[in-house]
Structure formats: structure tokens, C-alpha cells
């Protein structure tokens, strides 16, 4: 019964094939081609799904050591010079990002505007392959890249400007009203134009999270919707053939705040949206949630925010300022709470043998248990029990003495 039941099987399965494989071109089936076949392209089909997901997984985060050690190695090696160099690559590529900010298009399902308050939803499944490699392992070679994207662009093009120079106001190019394929070049279209100016702000906006120091002033702030020629390589056309200049760019001033510039270019801002970097009214904006508390302030934390994948996902750690002294806003609690100065390990208890106390809004620091506060710090305090026991051997002493 068995060998009948597997002979039907058998042949169910053959006529099957006969059916549904098609014939080689001599006509006759060949099972084994087709079996191989549709394998082969099942396997296509799943190797090249596996391949997309692999294209994310490859998105590998950039390391907050290694840039760190990268750039301390690099920085013992500067010149002013190469300072001064860095500082204006800085501030063309916060220049070049803050008008993809407003000017870029996120083409990925439907165009859309790139949202000022956060990064692009969803994230992006892999960075541009051109900052892969130099901004996981560098900020210098990072900055530089994006720097050089901006020299090939169309606002580092002097046919972009006026040729008549006989006014300081002829050498400013308006940036703000051109049509779209005037801001992606050199990029070769706006989607790739997408990808590399988001993956330049997940790389920037990280590594001002990281506070780097060069990142901390930075040139060129107050300009989003003009760029003077002389920012860019065609400067030595601006002063005179005689002067002796050792830099390659000219450069304005810095801005004062630490690390504003750096966020307000590299970094969405869940506060208020920001369109310039000096806003008076965005404590007073509605989106500002520190307002709604009746706080100001409203600002990205940025000793809360250096995980690179938290960031990238919107996971963004806001603050606000409290008035009193000694008080952190908690972004879990939406309140002003008070520091544990002691806990933290920030208090300074400097005399010995004395701990520190957390109290609200400070802390103080007391005799440990056992001593008691004189001028130098704290002593042994003897206890009165101790006293008696002092004095009864002393006297103990001389009364044997006076036997002898």
C-alpha cells in the first residue's frame, strides 16, 4: 500500500512539472535547468532584498573616540593658518547647509520641504557615499569635504555675480530667490541633493553635540539669504595685489554665543524654527514648549544629545532655562528640578574630613561623623566619655608615682 501510495505521488509531482516548467529549446523538459532555474531567481529576488536591508545596516555610526582622538591629533599640528583655513571651511559649509535647510526638497515619496524642526522622516537607510568614509573617521576630512561640495556649487560661481564691482553692494548675490536646480549642483539632481545635505547634518549637527572646539565660533553666521564673492576662493580680487595675506579666504566675524552658529546651521531646532540665528521672538513663539511652562531659553541640550542613531531618529533632548539658582530643567518631569551637586560629583568640599550635603538649590559641606569644624578643616572630636577616661589614667599615673 505504501509503494502504491508513493508511485501516485511520484506522478502527481511529474505531471506537475510536465505542466508548469516550461520546455528547453530542444523541446523536451529539463528538470533540472528549471528547477535551477526558479531557484536561481527566487534567490535573486531575496539576495536583493537582503542587499537593501544591508544598505542600512552598512550605515554605520561615526564613533565619538575616534573623532575625538582624530581631532586632537590633528589639532597639535595646526598653524594659525590652519585655523584660520578650517574656520572658513566651517562657515561655507554651515552657509551650504542652512540654505539646503530651506531650499531643499525631500523627493524620497512625495516633495516635500525639509522640516526645520526635526531631521527628515524617516531617516535616511544610508548616508551619502561621499562623507561615509571622511566624516566616521574625521571632523577635519568631514568639513572639508562638505567645503569642497560648496566650492563646486553654484554659489562659489562667480558668473553667479555681478561683474561690475564699483559697489560694495554689486558683490552680494541674492540666494534666496533662484530657481531649484540652482541650489543641487554640483550634486546631479535634487534627490541626490537630499541625501548629501541630510547626511551632512546628521555628521555636522553630532559632532557640535560633541563640542568640539573649533565649532564653538564659527564665521559667516548672519547670512542666509545673500553670499559675498569674496568669501570664496576669488577673494585676492578684493584687496589690493600688494597686501600680504596668508590665508586663502576672507572671513567676518565670529559669532559670540558658543556653539549658536554651529546649531542653528547643523541641527533642527524643535523650539521655534528658527530662520536666523539672532531671534528675538522665539521665546514668545507658540511651537516654543519652555513658553507654554512659563520658562525661556528653549535650546537642544548638548550634553544630551550625542548618540548618533538617538539623533538622526528625532529622539531630540530639549531644554529650557530655569531662574533659579542651582536648578536643571527635566525634560521628563517638564519642571525645573534641583542639581545634586554632591551626587554629580560637581561640588567642591575643599577642607579635610568633611562631606558633601545636597541641598536645594546648592549643597554644603559638613564635618564627617566623628569630627568637629575648627580652622583648618576638621579635627577628631573627643568624645566625653573618652575625656574621663583620659583623665582618670592621668591621674591614676601620678598616684602610682607616689608610692615610689
Not at 224 to 248: C, E, L, M, R
Not at 328 to 341: K, Q, S
Request: hydrophobic fraction near 40%; charge should be neutral.
Amino acid at each position: 500500500m505504501n509503494f502504491v501510495r508513493r508511485a501516485l505521488i511520484f506522478l502527481f509531482i511529474a505531471l506537475l512539472f510536465t505542466f508548469l516548467i516550461p520546455p528547453d529549446v530542444e523541446g523536451s523538459v529539463s528538470w533540472k535547468s528549471a528547477i535551477k532555474n526558479r531557484v536561481l531567481k527566487t534567490w535573486k529576488k531575496s539576495r536583493g532584498m537582503w542587499k537593501l536591508a544591508q544598505k542600512g545596516f552598512r550605515f554605520v555610526a561615526p564613533v565619538s573616540y575616534r573623532i575625538k582622538y582624530d581631532y586632537a591629533q590633528y589639532n597639535l599640528r595646526m598653524s594659525r593658518d590652519d585655523i584660520i583655513r578650517v574656520l572658513c571651511e566651517l562657515g561655507r559649509a554651515a552657509f551650504y547647509i542652512r540654505i539646503f535647510k530651506i531650499h531643499g526638497k525631500d523627493t524620497r515619496r512625495e516633495v516635500k520641504p525639509i522640516p526645520l524642526s526635526s531631521f527628515p522622516d524617516p531617516p535616511l537607510m544610508h548616508v551619502h557615499p561621499v562623507l561615509q568614509d571622511p566624516c566616521t573617521t574625521s571632523f577635519f576630512a568631514c568639513v572639508a569635504t562638505i567645503a569642497k561640495a560648496f566650492d563646486h556649487s553654484q554659489f562659489a560661481n562667480p558668473e553667479m555675480f555681478t561683474k561690475a564691482h564699483s559697489s560694495v553692494s554689486e558683490r552680494w548675490q541674492e540666494v534666496d530667490q533662484l530657481d531649484d536646480s540652482s541650489y543641487f549642483p554640483p550634486m546631479a539632481d535634487m534627490d541626490d541633493y537630499f541625501v548629501f545635505g541630510t547626511s551632512a547634518m546628521y555628521f555636522m549637527c553630532w559632532m557640535t553635540m560633541l563640542q568640539l572646539p573649533l565649532l564653538r565660533h564659527l564665521p559667516y553666521c548672519s547670512h542666509t539669504d545673500k553670499w559675498f564673492i569674496g568669501f570664496n576662493k576669488h577673494f585676492y580680487s578684493y584687496i589690493q595685489p600688494s597686501a600680504k595675506v596668508n590665508s586663502t579666504y576672507l572671513i567676518d566675524f565670529l559669532d559670540e554665543e558658543p556653539f549658536r552658529c554651529a546649531l542653528f546651521s547643523f541641527c533642527p531646532d524643535p523650539c521655534c524654527e528658527r530662520r536666523s540665528v539672532h531671534q528675538a521672538s522665539c521665546d514668545h513663539d507658540p511651537l516654543n514648549y519652555c513658553t507654554k511652562q512659563g520658562l525661556s531659553g528653549c535650546h537642544l541640550d548638548l550634553n544630551e544629545n550625542t548618540n548618533f542613531f538617538d539623533l538622526i531618529q528625532n529622539r531630540l533632548n530639549s531644554s529650557c532655562s530655569c531662574p533659579e539658582h542651582g536648578m536643571r530643567y527635566d525634560p521628563n518631569a517638564l519642571m525645573c528640578v534641583d542639581v545634586d551637586e554632591c551626587g554629580e560629583g560637581t561640588a567642591v568640599c575643599s577642607k579635610f574630613n568633611t562631606d558633601c550635603v545636597n541641598t536645594v538649590g546648592g549643597y554644603i559641606c559638613v564635618c564627617r561623623a566623628g569630627f568637629k569644624e575648627s580652622n583648618f578643616g576638621c579635627v577628631v572630636n573627643l568624645d566625653p566619655i573618652d575625656d574621663v577616661v583620659v583623665i582618670a589614667t592621668a591621674n591614676a599615673s601620678q598616684l602610682s608615682s607616689s608610692f615610689y
